[in-house]
């Protein structure tokens, strides 16, 4: 008897999965890892997982970011058995991005131990990705627990912002809102499209690289 509490085991994935490098899961969502009421459990049931060092063509149907309509648009970067990640639509800088756990996870200590192991590896995988198809060299990782500590929704979820240099315009963006303050500017589609396809292409590009760094 598991306690009301625990966490149900994720079931074993069907042979054709196509990771076969890390650990994977069912891509089913079950009510019990699903909260309607969140955003971010609503992408992750609409998108489903994909070959990430093959992306879908940015005109695939399944990427498409009208797939969560009536809500905002999704720019989707990522979809594997385990986690989502897509472009904040209020971002700090170009390529702000969100990775999260596919399962609702409220906060970090909610995640089980293999979505935390997923979740560390495509931290560094996005961070590389999306530092190529930015061209910014540095960036920051920010993951936020509570109301008290400025998380907005409630599924945890690790950002990933660029910084451009204080000389670039495009450093008037990032303000202190990092941390939950200040003015952030809406996400424009056309922006959106063309970042996420650069990054995805990047993403495939940087696993490609560490296959590569294995031989």
Known sequence: MTSPTSKPPLPLPEPSTFDTSTTTASTTITSKSHDPNCPFCTIAT?????????????????ISPSLTSPNPSTFLLLSTPYLIAFLDIMPLSPGHLLLCPRS?????????PAEAAELGKYVRVLSAAVSKATGIKDWNVVQNNGAAAAQVVPHCHFHVIPRPELRDKR???????????GQRGELDDEEGEGLARDIRSAIAEVLREDERAKL
């Open 104 to 112: 609702h996870r409220p906060k970090l200590t909610d995640v089980t």
């Open 171 to 181: 450093a008037e963006r990032f303000t202190s809102t990092m941390f939950g303050r």
């Open 46 to 62: 609409v998108y489903k997982p994909y070959n990430p060092t093959t992306p879908p063509p940015h005109t695939s149907p399944l």
